[in-house]
């Protein structure tokens, strides 16, 4: 499925702002991810197995807040990610 990528994390893709990942919950998507992409899941999910919270995943454009949640090979993943400074 296609997965867009914030600028954020693009360097863990080579710049690409859209990859090819699999996966039949967002939680595998995010494990496959992190297969082809070391150490991109990380940046998203922390060491509770929780989404981050300055990160949003959205499926089919709805965000989803769980990690087993279903996913189908046509469905569109965004991945967005707050940027914060000062």
Not at 14 to 25: H, K, N, P, S, W
Not at 43 to 65: C, K, S, T, Y
Not at 68 to 85: F, Y
């Amino acid at each position: 499925m296609r997965v867009f990528v914030p600028t954020p994390l693009r360097s863990y893709t080579g710049q690409q702002a859209e990859v090819e990942a699999e996966g039949a919950t967002v939680g595998e998507l995010l494990a496959d991810l992190d297969r082809r992409y070391p150490g991109m899941r990380f940046r998203m999910i922390d060491e509770q197995d929780a989404i981050r919270p300055h990160v949003r995943l959205f499926v089919n454009g709805e965000q989803v807040w769980r990690l087993d949640t279903p996913l189908r090979s046509s469905d569109e993943v965004q991945i967005l990610q707050a940027l914060s400074g000062g």
